[in-house]
């Protein structure tokens, strides 16, 4: 994997701030928040002057129980072909549920939720990532997740599944060390733990970002500086190997270039802190061999000394320590060998089914089993549905809250006439409509049926507002193609039932 140095999350509003910045090797772009054909001049610039450019993927659900859409993974090789990117980035994460898998109606969350730590999850993935690396022209990698809930009954640590994710699709990792502090905080997860069981030879890079803490939650905002806990992760990950590229994130709340340039250099120290740690534990493990060398027959004895002395014993086999992990195993061949798109390949290849599945599989079955248990969950969370069994019923009120605001935020940016039309009453009266109306076709169509929610019950209750919201929503929700006529006969009747009101 090529090396891409240290870079910033490319956002519309800070696009000249980052293009004045000194040392930014490269830019991470929100794939959907680009268009192929008319790519934003700033990217054009960066891009003229040799900086990388990589797509990150927000909506594929790589761990939902479906199979990956094929226009969703076409839409992303074509922003990967306009960008000229050496590689493409998505998450481990359902953002869907429902459908004709589960029978049940169809769900968006609207969010990044996690997939539960077990073998039919793990096995659903790794088709998914099969799937997905077959239809995108470079590696693919894939980021882990902050959570605020966890699953009930899961079967594997963080680190034990990314790893066999790795080992069975060859498919390379972004590492958030962000979001292990979140888990650490809302999961009792062990950072240190996680790097320990990772594969660190797959990582492409890192993420590093904010957020803040209520009530004993850690909300991973992407609107907040870089808090020590999280720089000390990425320490410890740079005391383990060195990550090809580390990218800081900010998607909100933006503040002044100078400070996003005193956060970078925050990381630069935090990884520059981690190789000196490095360096000094691959000195001691080379005069370590090196005694041992001289031990001769009192190789045993000079074992145990060393290892009284506070040196661990994968420190006394040379190119074996965490540290060099990555640069010392040999994966032409073996559980993590790939080819040169990033694909399984080596005894893997040989051993296992299509993305390492064992042959014969119930791929079928398994899907449904996860789609029954992400759609049960997406239910409470976004339809008021009870919470099913296992779950931590406080933790998920907590998330249903933080979705319903998210969607009150993310609706606003991209219908902004709402609160202008609604004032004060916006965001009381969308949450409102969230608790029970879950969202089913992405964030525009939600805007369209907020509004049409509040026209049928007869609202905003002054009447200026209610025209001007109902003649919004008439130019927005227009006619409907000749291919759709049905659909097109019931936004008629919609129509002529408001205009009536």
Known sequence: MARLGTGIGWRPEIADAVERMPGIDWVEAVAENVCPGHLPESLERLRERGVTVVPHGVSLGL???????????????ERVEALGSPLVTEHIAFVRAGGALTASPHLEAGHLLPVPRTRDALDVLC????????????????????????????????????????????????????????????????????????????????????????????????????????????????????PPGVLLERDENFPAPSELEGELAAIRRALEAGAVERVKAEVRAAGSAAALRRAGTGAVDALHGEARAGIGAAELRPGTGAGRLGETLDVASGPLARDDAGRPGGEAGATRGACGLPRPGDGGAARQRLGLAQAALLSALVAGTPVPEGFDRVRVGVQGRALAAKRADVVAKVAPELPVILGSGYRPAFLSYARTQPMTGGYRRDALDFAEHLLHAGRPQNAGARRELRAWWLERSGPAPRSARPAHRLVRATRRVLLRR
């Open 63 to 77: 761990g939902g129980a479906d199979r990956p859409d094929e226009g969703r993974l076409a839409a992303l090789a």
């Open 127 to 242: 088709e998914n990532v099969r799937i997905a690396q077959e239809s995108l022209p470079v590696p693919l990698a894939v980021e882990n997740i902050a959570a605020l809930i966890s699953w009930p009954g899961e079967e594997m640590t963080e680190g034990q599944f990314l790893y066999e994710l790795a080992d069975r699709t060859g498919v390379r990792l972004l590492i958030d060390v962000a979001n292990l502090h979140t888990n650490h905080v809302n999961r009792g997860e062990d950072p240190a733990k996680a790097l320990a069981e990772l594969p660190l030879e797959a990582i492409a890079y890192v993420h590093v970002a904010g957020g803040f803490e209520r009530d004993g939650v850690w909300h991973d905002s992407h609107a907040h500086p870089v808090p020590r806990p999280v720089l000390d992760i990425l320490t410890d990950l740079a005391s383990r190997v060195s």
